[in-house]
């Protein structure tokens, strides 16, 4: 692997993320309009659980902004690029985090890419569960590009509450711009002596401060130091 695919691995993997994501929201949104065309617009997957139903929706998430494509379009595209130079602004941020990120840009485009192209989002998916088991009507008909932008909601929020630690949008979190205080050493200040025999002056190969003033003594009344042995002489005594 060259240098310059090291360093740029990172955007490559999330870019092909991005376009996975992208192509799979797409493609799933014609599939599933050309099904519906053939089926007068409704079909019935899991009764009372999950439907498909053709909607052409010209607004928000759940209709709000309704006739509002040139707005919503700008919104997003604007929303999308701030979200994509977070990514490019801080490539060590955390991986859920950027996860997260990812699946809500690839779902934005997703819906931007129909507006443009449509003057409204298709939207297929409808949730019949949420009025069989809570009794929740009106919920909305969505897409997979909703998916996509709810699970990176979640991925935020998840990384935010529970794993933000200090540091993690720094440009390198792997480098301090200072030292620890264990690794600043003060040139002004003197260095410490070790142990005792440092503190008195002497080093292990070095005679002591009382070997020093009896050889000093000896020289200056001109005396022979005496020679010790642990020979014995002939007699087996000691000699000296």
Excluded at 138 to 148: L, P
Excluded at 169 to 177: L, V
Aim: charged fraction near 25%.
């Amino acid at each position: 692997m060259s240098d310059k695919i090291k360093k740029y691995r990172v955007y490559i993997f999330e870019a092909l993320l991005f376009a996975v994501l992208l192509a799979v929201d797409l493609i799933s949104k014609k599939a599933a309009f050309d099904f519906l065309d053939n089926r007068g617009g409704s079909y019935v997957v899991f009764d009372g659980i999950f439907n498909l139903v053709r909607v052409e929706n010209d607004g928000a998430s759940f209709g709000i902004f309704s006739g509002k494509v040139g707005a919503l379009s700008a919104f997003t595209a604007v929303t999308m690029a701030v979200l994509a130079g977070i990514l490019v602004w801080r490539p060590k941020s955390p991986k859920l985090f950027r996860a997260g990120i990812i699946c809500i840009i690839a779902g934005g485009i997703g819906n931007l890419v129909d507006r443009i192209a449509f003057k409204y989002v298709r939207d297929f998916i409808d949730y019949a569960f949420l009025k069989t088991f809570f009794n929740i009507d009106n919920f909305g008909v969505g897409n997979v590009a909703d998916i996509f932008v709810l699970v990176g909601l979640l991925c935020v929020v998840v990384y935010v509450f529970f794993g933000y630690k200090e540091g993690d949008f720094a440009k390198d979190p792997s480098h301090s711009d200072s030292l620890p205080d264990a690794l600043v050493v003060d040139e002004g200040e003197e260095k410490k002596p070790e142990n005792k025999e440092e503190k008195e002056g002497v080093t292990p190969d070095a005679p002591s401060v009382e070997e020093k003033d009896s050889e000093k003594y000896l020289s200056e009344s001109g005396a022979k130091p005496r020679k010790k042995s642990l020979g014995k002489d002939n007699a087996g005594g000691e000699t000296d």
